[in-house]
């Protein structure tokens, strides 16, 4: 059974930087698609940044390229998103999510777990 459980959101002031952690439990194998999405009050689900662990590529939606840094710790099965430069447009509830396979797009469908949510607020 396989569980995702994200921490490290909070409220922040514009300017500032956050590190969300995605740590998961119950794979049987160590190479996947991690994924960080977001979504805010009205609006899509949205593709962040991917990584396909064990040392593989790292993927970043260009709207939030050169302020966030996706990045994986294999000894604790978890990945952290680095946010820099935080904006209150960042304001969202940010989500995990794991496939088998990193696509060339960041499908919220491709995904097939979700942790529950960390919620982000920039003011």
């Known amino acids: 059974h396989v569980q995702l459980v994200e921490s490290g959101g909070g409220s922040v002031q514009a300017g500032g930087s956050l590190r969300l952690s995605c740590t998961a439990s119950?794979?049987?194998?160590?190479?996947?698609?991690m994924g960080w999405f977001r979504q805010a009050p009205g609006k899509e689900r949205e593709g962040v940044a991917r990584?396909?662990?064990?040392?593989?590529?790292?993927y970043y939606a260009d709207s939030v390229k050169g302020r966030l840094t996706i990045s994986e710790d294999s000894s604790k099965n978890t990945v952290y998103l680095q946010i820099d430069s935080l904006k209150p447009e960042d304001t969202a509830m940010y989500y995990c999510?794991?496939?088998?396979?990193?696509?060339?797009?960041?499908?919220?469908?491709?995904?097939?777990?979700w942790g529950q949510g960390t919620q982000v607020t920039v003011s």
């Open positions: 119950g794979y049987t194998s160590s190479r996947r698609c």
């Open positions: 990584i396909y662990t064990g040392g593989g590529r790292t």
């Open positions: 999510a794991a496939a088998s396979a990193c696509a060339a797009y960041a499908r919220p469908a491709d995904f097939r777990y």
